[in-house]
């Protein structure tokens, strides 16, 4: 059991506690007193204590009778959840290419979304349009900068998300930005503004949203293929929730020496093979090359999209097939490395490629091929739908989870 109460500095220690309860009642709600208590290990005066403050402060309360019936001191066990309308959250995805937005409450309720597709590759005119589209949403939802208790902010590329700082985007040539303060200075947002890579976003997102897809898995993974390709791994014990391990830049791992070159730099990484970026390249080439008839139909003269990719596979398109196969098949194999290594108790994936289930067949068949027999631990692959909100849900996940572990009672 986890001891909180102990220590030298009682100040910390009551912070300290009141974050892990509240953070228990957030993951496991609705539960019990005497059951945060039996988790926690600390005394249930402590948590009555603490939990009568958090209902008093409204961002807890009690969801009726506990089914269990068991009484405490002649008083009926009712159980206590987090309260979602009591606070609420922005969470933002930025790409260069589009921009999307969400506004949701404490449990990642939806109540404002939008997306902003103008293709920009520059820094400053990115960061203005995401400050114009929190002002859309705070004017849409009748909202005040003040009322929204965290601000999350996600992207492609290296983050530093202590200092809230973009390292770099290759692809775009962003430098050491600094999301944090250039957010905060747009919008005159006074309060947390979190910042991290998009994939480990998503991430955070799937760990408080997608509760029942990962049951009580002690690790999972959470593959992203897109532009780029992320694979970051999530902690989560009963002492450490969501914790993400890493940026999961997987795809700058070497496939094949010498192989096409990356916009890393280097040769043969995964991202070369099976990105969006690289398959679509490959589109283009086939098409300039006078192949593909089909996806060369169904495009109309348009460049290549993963859409139309997909549907000349289903088609028949010998060319399309080719191509979606061998990016699948080098993922494949990726796949069985990370499991390999990491051995995550789920994996979900996410990508474009996945929306078609043969593909998902596929390589699901390359991954057992090359898993290691005498180390395989029966991983759970979750293939996730792609969602265009996926990343903007992520970041307001993180912003949520950094509440959590911050909370101290004011």
Not at 129 to 150: F, I, K, S, Y
């Amino acid at each position: 059991m986890l001891q909180f109460e102990q220590g030298a500095n009682p100040a910390r220690v009551k912070a300290a506690n009141q974050s892990a309860i509240l953070k228990t009642i957030y993951h496991h709600g609705p539960i019990t007193r005497a059951e945060i208590a039996r988790r926690l290990g600390l005394t249930l005066p402590t948590i009555t204590t603490n939990v009568s403050a958090m209902i008093g402060r409204g961002i807890v309360r009690e969801n009726g009778s506990s089914q269990s019936g068991v009484s405490y001191l002649g008083r009926k066990a009712h159980p206590v959840d987090i309260a979602p309308e009591s606070r609420r959250f922005i969470g933002m995805e930025i790409q260069g290419s589009r921009r999307t937005l969400c506004l949701v409450d404490y449990r990642g309720r939806t109540l404002y979304a939008r997306e902003d597709g103008e293709d920009c590759p520059d820094y400053g005119r990115n960061m203005e349009l995401a400050r114009d589209m929190v002002v859309q949403a705070l004017d849409a939802c009748r909202l005040r900068l003040e009322d929204v208790a965290g601000m999350g902010v996600c992207m492609p590329g290296l983050v530093d998300n202590e200092r809230g700082v973009l390292e770099v985007r290759p692809s775009l040539n962003w430098f050491d930005r600094d999301i944090r303060g250039d957010m905060a200075a747009l919008t005159g947002y006074a309060g947390p503004v979190s910042v991290e890579n998009n994939a480990c976003a998503r991430a955070y997102g799937a760990q408080l949203f997608r509760r029942d897809a990962l049951g009580d898995a002690q690790t999972f993974a959470y593959l992203f293929i897109n532009v780029g390709i992320a694979c970051p791994l999530v902690l989560n014990t009963a002492s450490v929730f969501g914790s993400v391990v890493g940026a999961g830049e997987v795809g700058h791992m070497v496939m094949e020496r010498g192989g096409p070159r990356c916009n890393c730099g280097n040769q043969g990484c995964l991202e070369a093979y099976s990105s969006d970026w690289a398959v679509l390249r490959r589109c283009r080439e086939v098409l300039a090359g006078g192949g593909g008839p089909v996806l060369r139909r169904i495009c109309g003269g348009e460049a290549p999209t993963m859409e139309h990719l997909l549907k000349a596979q289903e088609a028949g398109d010998k060319d399309a097939a080719e191509i979606v196969e061998k990016a699948v098949h080098v993922l494949g194999v990726a796949v069985a490395n990370i499991n390999n290594f990491a051995c995550p108790s789920r994996m979900l994936i996410e990508g474009k490629l996945f929306c078609r289930q043969e593909n998902r067949e596929l390589l699901l068949e390359v991954v057992r091929r090359n898993l290691c027999s005498v180390i395989r631990t029966g991983t759970r692959f979750i293939f996730v739908e792609p969602d265009a909100f996926s990343g903007a849900m992520g970041a307001a996940a993180v912003s949520i989870c950094k509440n959590l572990e911050t909370y101290v009672e004011g």
